[in-house]
């Protein structure tokens, strides 16, 4: 472990001996859901910047492996969804992270009817270095951790996402990012990488990452903003820098002969004469009048024709099997 990463650790030591609801999250809004109950510590340990769970998508079926476990808000939205002995696996490296969580689900089973200790199972473990099989799970989840990784880890901790995920399997991560290069000094401040901050890479830089660990799908689910850095709290920054948080969906299949499909939430509308159109290339139809959603890809090139009507990115895609 490099010098960091042992900062990091005492850093999250320090936030499961005493909660810091300021450490890294954003105000939002948890899941409500019918019969679900947090323990008030659990929810004063909400470190994540965004959410990775999504009722919608996980299910009984999956098998979820959950990177950094924080106070345990996560796992017990994951238990709640896949309701299994062992469907959740949770790994930390830091003992009292590990213990803190450990003793909110049990506060959780007194809150919560549905809910049995043994659907969560919490190890002693390290995002580079996975303890789990290779296509062990279905699902791999991870809130505000790999940002606080430099490009080389970041890129390690993604490759063993990758490992462990079964084909098809999902990544869901959320993590802040910075429209500018922070400076220097910002990003060598190894407390301020532990507190999601320092390491925040560009949207961009977050996507090459996951490209090149093989995700051959990749979805931008949400994004908004995190916190700003005025100058008078950071005296190394000539203006206030707006941080936002990003949410993605990353597939385990392959990616096409130029790369993988990305989705940013832009859609194409056939407006022609006819009732709808082919696109030969991919293959799809586009019924006239009706928007599809499309990768970045398909979008720079259907947006040049006349008879197509554009969206931009909403960040918030959620395509059904398009182009
Ligand atoms: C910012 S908190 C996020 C916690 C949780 N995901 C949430 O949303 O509340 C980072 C978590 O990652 C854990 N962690 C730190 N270093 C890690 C590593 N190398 N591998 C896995 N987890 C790590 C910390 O102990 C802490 O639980």
């Given amino acids: 472990m490099g010098d960091y990463l042992e900062v990091v ?18 105000p939002l809004a948890v899941w409500e859901l019918p019969g679900l109950r947090y323990p008030s510590r659990m929810l004063e340990m909400n470190y994540g910047c965004g959410s990775t769970v999504d009722p919608r998508e996980i299910c009984e079926t999956d098998t979820v492996l959950y990177i950094g476990v924080g106070g345990g808000l996560e796992l017990l939205q994951f238990a709640y969804l896949v309701r299994r002995r062992g469907g959740v ?4 490296p830091v003992a009292e992270m590990r213990e803190a ?12 009817p549905w809910f049995c200790r043994d659907f969560v199972e919490i190890r002693d473990g390290d995002a580079l270095h996975l303890p789990l099989c290779a296509e062990s799970v279905t699902v791999v989840a991870q809130n505000c951790l790999f940002n606080v990784f430099r490009e080389e880890e970041l890129q390690r901790a993604l490759s063993e996402v990758y490992r462990v995920l079964q084909p098809q399997g999902r990544f869901y991560t959320s993590d802040p990012i910075a429209q500018q290069p922070l400076p220097r000094a910002l990003r060598e ?18 996507l090459t990452h996951l490209a090149k660990a093989g995700f051959g799908r990749i979805e931008v689910r949400a994004r908004f903003p995190y916190r700003v850095l005025a100058p008078t709290e950071f005296p190394d920054l000539a203006t206030p820098m707006l941080l936002e948080t990003i949410e ?16 940013v939430g832009e859609t194409v509308t056939y407006i022609g004469t006819e009732h709808g159109w082919k696109d030969e290339v991919s293959g799809t139809y586009l019924p006239r009048g009706v928007p599809m959603p499309v990768s970045r890809k398909a979008a720079e090139r259907l947006r040049r024709l006349p008879f197509i009507w554009y969206t931009p990115p909403t960040w918030h895609a959620r395509p059904n099997g398009c182009c």
């Fill in 9 to 26: 650790a005492q850093v999250y030591a320090e936030a499961a001996r005493q909660p810091d609801p300021g450490l890294c999250c954003v």
């Fill in 89 to 92: 696996i949770g790994i930390d």
């Fill in 101 to 112: 969580a450990w003793a909110n689900l049990l506060e959780a089973e007194n809150l919560n």
């Fill in 189 to 206: 401040d190894a407390r301020l990488r532990a507190r999601c901050i320092g390491g925040c890479l560009s949207l961009e830089e977050y």
């Fill in 248 to 263: 993605i969906t990353a597939y385990k299949m392959e990616a096409g002969p130029d790369g993988p499909a990305i989705f």
